[in-house]
């Protein structure tokens, strides 16, 4: 239990150094939830709707539609009816806030390169499975 206990302290502190490099890379008025919500909808090129893009990020529904009303106010996304369901909505990207996300993830390109640059090839990826797998212990 003791390990568990450091582990997700110092895991904390990793995401306090994460975010505050990608925080500064971020135009006023954007929050990083809201980069992080434009950077999946880049991928999902269909788009989304609230309640998968919720679980996606691990928050409640209503703290993703507070998320989502905000960059629509802004104009970064869309959302309108889901035409395959027709009672759900569906969120999607606008080319605004690709354009938005595209800038945020160039500013961020340096301070990334020079942090990968100091990290062994294989270790983005080995923690990346290792914390998909204690999320998924922590969530059950």
């Given at each position: 239990?003791?390990?568990?206990?450091?582990?997700l302290v110092r895991l904390s502190g990793v995401e306090q150094l994460g975010r505050a490099r990608i925080e500064a890379a971020l135009p006023p008025g954007?929050?990083?939830?809201?980069?992080?919500?434009?950077?999946?909808l880049v991928k999902e090129e269909k788009g989304s709707g609230p309640l998968e893009l919720a679980r996606s990020f691990?928050?409640?529904?209503?703290?993703?539609?507070?998320?989502?009303?905000?960059?629509?106010?802004?104009?970064?996304?869309?959302v309108c009816r889901n035409p395959a369901d027709g009672r759900g909505k569906l969120v999607t990207i606008t080319w605004e806030g690709a354009a938005v996300q595209r800038s945020?993830?160039?500013?961020?390109?340096p301070s990334l390169a020079i942090t990968a640059d100091r990290m062994p090839l294989d270790l983005a990826d080995r923690l990346g499975r290792v914390l998909e797998e204690l999320e998924q212990i922590l969530a059950a």
């Open positions: 239990e003791r390990s568990l206990y450091d582990l954007l929050t990083l939830a809201q980069l992080g919500v434009l950077g999946l691990g928050v409640t529904k209503q703290t993703m539609t507070t998320t989502v009303a905000r960059l629509q106010r802004s104009g970064l996304v869309d945020c993830m160039e500013r961020l390109g």
